[in-house]
């Protein structure tokens, strides 16, 4: 089992930057793909970025690419998310994953956090 809690989010404003923190906990953080998803409301959760088990390669959603940042610590069992430039239209629950392969698509990933809301005003 692996436990999974997001931190960081809150109201932010249009332009402006955040970084959400989730910690891990449980079976060895560092064998494993972590990725970020987010869902707004009325819509489906998809994929933001993902980044492999050692650090050293990371994948990001097109809209997303040039202004997140996905990283982690294995000393400290914990991935971040920078964001930069918000706008309204990344006000999402934000997630974060954990699973064996770097992935894309949510089925990839086996372990899930409750989630952290970035409400981002215009």
């Known amino acids: 089992q692996v436990q999974l809690v997001e931190s960081g989010g809150g109201l932010v404003q249009a332009g402006g930057s955040l970084r959400l923190s989730c910690a891990a906990s449980?079976?060895?953080?560092?064998?494993?793909?972590m990725g970020w998803f987010r869902q707004a409301p009325s819509k489906e959760r998809e994929f933001v970025a993902a980044i492999n088990w050692s650090g050293d390669i990371t994948r990001y959603a097109d809209s997303m690419k040039g202004r997140f940042t996905i990283s982690r610590d294995n000393t400290k069992n914990t991935v971040y998310l920078q964001m930069n430039s918000l706008n309204p239209e990344d006000t999402a629950v934000y997630y974060c994953a954990s699973g064996q392969y770097l992935g894309q698509v949510a089925s990839t990933y086996n372990y899930w956090g409750q989630g952290t809301h970035v409400p981002v005003s215009s």
């Open positions: 449980g079976r060895i953080f560092s064998r494993y793909a």
